[in-house]
């Protein structure tokens, strides 16, 4: 089993095949700080690491300094308002108007495998290739129980965090303002960062940099990960290259807003957070509601960047990628949209898949512009209806005749789009994410729709699987060209509108 705990030393010592990640619960009152993370280690007794074994060290044995303590303690779940002046990863407005929180130990659970997160894409395994800690936390003050979850795979050098938060009724409703999924403290170093930025057509521009003094940080509030900011950040030792060296490797996953930071502290030391982005977000938990966080997978290399990206790699196709593809090679495909944009028919298509499949190419993507009135980009989208001016004898006729030369037939789709000029917005204006009284910014020409609304939810989904099942379509491009603004669904009430975010 990848994960013990040492009761006498109160210890937790998770190990992956090259790598150990160290907790230990401190004081009386159960403070989790984190020991250790990097190459793998065979002696767990090293509680001095934290320098608690001494009595003038234990905050309870020295009250008039506890803000000090908590302003340099290496918190495995850091919280905020009480003392750490750090960025903290746990934040709450309760009904008093109060936003300090402090987290305590309870209790924990170790068993094999690893659960879902309900609503989210994770990691999977099974109880023999993984193993799961949970620590079970409390804040007294709210009434809140905070569980940090972590799970080692056997094979891989990766753990994966997320965290689970539950109101246990002290107050009827809290506002969580903050709840990142992971924190990882590290001792003075000389250290560099990586991310990854870019734009249309240049994704993932590795961007390496001495970390200094402060915040280094990397985030998106675009209501997706985005091409501009990729939802990674690596801390490095300075002299790390890709075939040697020590690396610290944290990717979210998530589509949605997050931010990655590494933060350097008056002591040199440093913190690594990484969650859904606070900004604008604000939710709701009701008494014995739970809320849970997306997942962080952390991967630690001693031999350079190369290593820790073969990791990432080998553990999303064995415990991320649920595709039958995953391990087989996926057909060529020919896309139109270069060769004929809007300008498209029956005929058209099958001549470019006539001479595709001479030259062997496996799959025809039928692009945009196939559905509504859609002869340019300004309008349509919600109209998932064929336009049989352009589609003689239908979708289903097209896709046979494709079939008939051994190609596959893939389509595309924007389902979370409405155009203004539609059937679809002209019927239901209040589907698309708006501000009442405020005119709305376009991009496109278009609308997002409210994803938090079951009806918009029931009818994207109904509209996809009846294109889906109207043919033998192997393929689907989902397509996603612009990005949130105007924040406000005429379905939540005023006090939920930061749940949407």
């Known amino acids: 089993m990848g994960i013990v705990f040492y009761e006498n030393e109160r210890i937790f010592k998770l190990d992956t095949p090259h790598s150990t990640y160290m907790i230990e619960l401190v004081d009386k009152e159960g403070y989790?700080?984190?020991?250790?993370?990097?190459?793998?280690l065979s002696d767990y007794h090293t509680a001095d690491l934290t320098r608690t074994n001494f009595g003038q060290n234990v905050p309870s044995n020295n009250e008039r300094e506890r803000c000090s303590f908590n302003d340099c303690m290496p918190f495995e779940y850091p919280t905020h308002g009480l003392g750490d002046f750090r960025d903290d990863a746990f934040k709450v407005l309760n009904p008093n108007g109060h936003t300090a929180t402090s987290l305590e130990y309870r209790s924990h659970l170790?068993?094999?495998g690893k659960q879902k997160i309900t609503g989210m894409p994770a990691t999977f395994g099974t109880e023999a290739n993984c193993t799961t800690l949970e620590i079970v936390a409390e804040d007294p003050y709210n009434g809140l129980e905070v569980t940090l979850l972590y799970t080692?795979?056997?094979?891989?050098?990766a753990i994966t965090r997320s965290v689970r938060v539950r109101n246990a009724g002290k107050f009827d409703k809290i506002k969580l303002t903050k709840v990142l999924s992971t924190c990882v403290e590290f001792e003075e170093g000389d250290y560099d960062t990586i991310f990854l930025h870019g734009s249309w057509a240049r994704e993932r521009t590795i961007d390496r940099n001495r970390l200094g003094y402060g915040k280094h940080y990397v985030s998106s509030k675009r209501g997706e990960s985005s091409h501009q900011e990729h939802p990674f950040i690596a801390l490095l030792d300075k002299n790390t290259t890709e075939d040697a060296g020590e690396v610290w490797g944290f990717n979210f996953v998530y589509s949605g807003n997050f931010i990655a930071q590494a933060?350097?502290?008056?002591?040199?030391?440093?913190?690594?957070?990484?969650?859904?982005?606070?900004?604008?977000?604000?939710?709701?938990?009701?008494?014995?509601?739970?809320f849970e966080s997306p997942e962080v997978v952390m991967v630690y290399s001693s031999e350079g960047i190369g290593a820790m990206s073969r990791t990432f790699h080998d553990l999303y196709r064995k415990h991320l990628l649920r595709s039958k593809y995953k391990d087989i090679r996926r057909p060529i495909l020919i896309n139109n949209w270069e060769a004929t944009y809007f300008d498209f028919n029956t005929d058209k298509l099958i001549s470019i898949a006539k001479q595709a499949s001479e030259l062997g190419i496996e799959m025809l993507v039928m692009d945009d512009g196939w559905f509504g009135k859609r002869n340019f980009d300004d309008n349509s989208l919600g109209d998932w209806v064929v336009n049989e001016d352009k589609l003689k004898g239908g979708l289903k006729y097209l896709v046979d005749e494709v079939n008939k030369l051994g190609m596959k037939f893939g389509i595309w789709m924007e389902p979370e789009m409405v155009s203004l000029d539609s059937d679809l917005y002209r019927e239901h204006p209040d589907w698309a994410i708006h501000i009442p009284g405020r005119t709305p910014v376009q991009s496109r020409a278009q609308f997002v729709l409210d994803m938090s609304r079951p009806d918009v939810v029931d009818y994207t989904y109904n509209q996809v699987r009846n294109i889906l099942?109207?043919?033998?379509?192997?393929?689907?491009?989902w397509d996603m060209n612009r990005q949130l603004t105007d924040l406000g669904s005429a379905k939540l009430d005023p006090d939920s509108q930061g749940e949407l975010f």
């Open 110 to 112: 170790i068993y094999s």
């Open 263 to 290: 933060e350097k502290s008056q002591f040199k030391t440093v913190r690594v957070l990484m969650g859904i982005n606070p900004e604008d977000f604000c939710w709701n938990l009701r008494a014995g509601e739970v």
């Open 152 to 157: 080692v795979f056997e094979d891989l050098d």
């Open 469 to 477: 099942r109207s043919a033998n379509i192997e393929y689907l491009k």
């Open 32 to 40: 989790m700080l984190h020991m250790y993370y990097g190459r793998r």
